[in-house]
């Protein structure tokens, strides 16, 4: 029942921003209801309610058949107890139903309200790839979503191949879009959007954005905020996650660091290539969302396996996975100083391994020794032998004790750091 409390927000905001004092019945009925079910096509779809009982695939309905509809929702409000046919979140009234495990004997209050404000929250949902939704309490955001409701409308009305009942997988994409600064125009809010694509069928749709893009998008407007964001998914058999912590500032961190030290080319490629290593089902089960979720997909056999990049500036598309691999790993640790000393480290083993003697692969092998440990005891162990022949012991002797002190928790990502940082060394 959390689409009534996001109901309640979003009401609260708006009647504040436009100075009016809508109820949530007045809103729905004139508002939300000719935006969304009005028309031949919906922007909503919801199983079993009285807008899509009875309707024939192909053959919306009439004018005077929708208000019939609505008077018969309406007449559902007044007269029954609240269920999932008509109240957004609430359970079956059936207890064979596959939403029905909410079902109780013992009498519960309502608000009819309720049921208008639930319907309201519902709109809010901000669609993911993997069929999941996230609704966030926050009245300035719900605000946002909100102004892109009547851009969707249009795009209906604009575009006769466009498939309706989207409005969650729309939130999605419009909210990436209105928060990226290097795309949206204020003036022209469609300008360089970019979320339909074409369906098998010749028809159009909406794509379901990725988390990634949707929290990046947010951490723009509010870097320094912490979110709780209600994950799930409602159809025939809903799905709940539950609440999750979005750590925005985390998720910030990568963004920032890499237009730091990379620049701002191909940077809205690069924003797609962090938190592609799992789903986001998985992710949720970290328990919070940060940094951690952002891994970058290909970077895990680099960590725990000791294998060694390969740097090839030529090819742009594995270049700027290599980068974000890069970045990835120094937002883990945290600590902007570890990228020079990863460098200055690698430097000083590319030279220790040029230092062989013509025809010898002995200090190269050395080195790969050292750049295969995947934890503090290999490190040190390999590092003894290359000490024993360096000219420069301090130095080793200096990333030896700060290997040492750090957090081994940290290791492993600060020891791919510096074969990263080789990588691109040896290869110049």
């Given at each position: 029942m959390i689409a009534v409390n996001i109901?309640?927000?979003?009401?609260?905001?708006?009647?504040?921003?436009?100075?009016?004092?809508?109820?949530?019945?007045?809103?729905?009925?004139?508002?939300?209801?000719?935006?969304?079910?009005?028309?031949?096509?919906?922007?909503?779809?919801?199983?079993?309610?009285?807008?899509?009982?009875?309707?024939?695939?192909?053959?919306?309905?009439?004018?005077?058949?929708?208000?019939?509809?609505?008077?018969?929702?309406?007449?559902?409000?007044?007269?029954?107890?609240?269920?999932?046919?008509?109240?957004?979140?609430?359970?079956?009234?059936?207890?064979?139903?596959?939403?029905?495990?909410?079902?109780?004997?013992?009498?519960?209050?309502?608000?009819?309200?309720?049921?208008?404000?639930?319907?309201?929250?519902?709109?809010?949902?901000?669609?993911?790839?993997?069929?999941?939704?996230?609704?966030?309490?926050?009245?300035?955001?719900?605000?946002?979503l909100y102004e892109g409701w009547n851009i969707y409308r249009k795009f209906l009305h604009t575009i006769p191949l466009l498939r309706g009942n989207q409005i969650n997988t729309w939130n999605g994409q419009w909210i990436a879009h209105r928060y990226d600064h290097r795309r949206y125009d204020p003036s022209d809010p469609t300008t360089q959007f970019n979320g339909i694509s074409a369906m098998k069928d010749g028809g159009l749709e909406i794509s379901t954005q990725s988390w990634i893009a949707v929290m990046i998008g947010i951490s723009r407007k509010w870097g320094d905020l912490q979110l709780t964001g209600y994950v799930y998914n409602l159809g025939q058999t809903n799905t709940t996650i539950g609440f999750i912590p979005f750590k925005i500032p985390q998720i910030k961190r990568p963004v920032e660091l890499y237009e730091k030290y990379f620049g701002t080319t191909s940077k809205a490629e690069v924003d797609q290539l962090f938190g592609t290593a799992f789903g986001f089902t998985k992710a949720c089960q970290m328990g919070v969302i940060g940094v951690s979720a952002m891994e970058p997909k290909g970077l895990r056999e680099f960590i725990e396996q000791g294998k060694s990049p390969v740097y090839n500036e030529k090819d742009e598309n594995k270049k700027l996975h290599f980068q974000t691999h890069q970045i990835w790993l120094l937002a883990m640790l945290n600590n902007e100083q570890l990228w020079e000393q990863a460098r200055n480290f690698a430097l000083l083993l590319n030279t220790y391994?040029?230092?062989?003697?013509?025809?010898?692969?002995?200090?190269?092998?050395?080195?790969?020794?050292?750049?295969?440990?995947?934890?503090?005891?290999?490190?040190?162990?390999?590092?003894?032998?290359?000490?024993?022949?360096?000219?420069?012991?301090?130095?080793?002797?200096?990333?030896?004790?700060l290997i040492h002190v750090m957090p081994k928790d940290n290791v492993p990502y600060f020891l791919t750091l510096i074969r990263f940082h080789f990588a691109t060394i040896s290869k110049n």
């Open positions: 109901g309640r927000t979003f009401l609260k905001a708006y009647n504040e921003r436009y100075q009016t004092n809508y109820s949530a019945k007045k809103f729905f009925l004139e508002k939300y209801f000719p935006l969304f079910f009005d028309a031949e096509k919906y922007m909503q779809y919801v199983t079993n309610s009285p807008f899509v009982q009875g309707l024939k695939k192909g053959t919306p309905p009439t004018p005077t058949e929708r208000q019939q509809r609505l008077a018969a929702f309406i007449e559902k409000i007044d007269r029954n107890d609240p269920d999932a046919s008509f109240a957004i979140g609430f359970p079956s009234m059936e207890i064979t139903a596959t939403t029905s495990g909410q079902l109780t004997d013992i009498s519960q209050p309502w608000i009819k309200e309720d049921v208008y404000l639930s319907w309201i929250g519902s709109g809010l949902g901000i669609g993911i790839q993997g069929g999941l939704s996230i609704f966030f309490n926050k009245g300035e955001l719900l605000m946002d391994a040029l230092s062989s003697d013509k025809g010898k692969k002995d200090k190269t092998n050395q080195v790969k020794t050292v750049l295969t440990a995947v934890n503090q005891k290999q490190f040190l162990e390999s590092l003894i032998t290359i000490v024993e022949e360096a000219s420069d012991k301090d130095a080793y002797a200096e990333m030896a004790k």
